[in-house]
T-cell receptor
């Protein structure tokens, strides 16, 4: 069964600094990988997803993520963080051969002025 | 227009009651889902449903049941509410199912508090 680990519960960065949120996964088949963002009191919004092909995936709001099969990682990055990026970020994995989706526990991002 | 909407936004009720949460999507999607997000923000899929198949997460108590009057709606009925049911419940939809890796669109959530 697939699972997702987000090692960092809470990260604080200064506005304008770069950001990397970590995600590690395990799966029994070819994974679909996702990053979602949840603003306070809101539902989840998809930032980007990876199925196959180019391992560097571009998403919305200036985010990107890199799939590294050898490290079982799918880390999310942004070169310059904006105050509006403060939110909860969830990594998720689904498998093409079953109807299951697993989310990580989330990483809360705080942005300092 | 809101793509995925849920009602009510907040629900406070007593233990033992039966309640329903409604979900509607206007995206023309074939598959809808219910998720539970606990107090630690952990998000867990409860059901996925399209007009052909209901897939239930085996850990979901049978007090929870999804009801779909049509393709655009998937309501969640909860019988005999327990304290541990307190959580935020999210509805979502996608064009195809999870096996197709389709993007899910989430509703704003329903915050359920059982007293």
């Amino acid at each position: 069964a697939q699972s997702v680990t987000q090692p960092d519960i809470h990260i604080t960065v200064s506005e304008g600094a770069s950001l990397e949120l970590r995600c590690n996964y395990s799966y029994g088949a070819t994974p679909y990988l996702f990053w979602y963002v949840q603003s306070p009191g809101q539902g989840l919004q998809l930032l980007l997803k990876y199925f196959s092909g180019d391992t560097l995936v571009q998403g919305i709001k200036g985010f990107e993520a890199e799939f590294k099969r050898s490290q079982s990682s799918f880390n999310l990055r942004k070169p310059s963080v904006h105050w509006s990026d403060a939110a909860e970020y969830f990594c998720a994995v689904a498998s093409y051969n079953n109807n299951d989706m697993r989310f990580g526990a989330g990483t809360r991002l705080t942005v300092k002025p | 227009d809101t793509a995925v909407s849920q009602t009510p936004k907040y629900l406070v009720t007593q233990m033992g009651n039966d309640k329903s949460i409604k979900c509607e999507q206007n995206l023309g999607h074939d598959t809808m889902y219910w998720y539970k997000q606990d107090s630690k923000k952990f998000l867990k899929i409860m059901f996925s449903y399209n007009n052909k198949e209901l897939i239930i997460n085996e850990t979901v108590p049978n007090r929870f049941s999804p009801k779909s009057p049509d393709k655009a709606h998937l309501n969640l009925h909860i019988n005999s509410l327990e304290l541990g049911d307190s959580a935020v419940y999210f509805c979502a939809s996608s064009l195809g199912g999870l096996a197709a890796g389709e993007t899910q669109y989430f509703g704003p959530g329903t915050r359920l508090l059982v007293l």
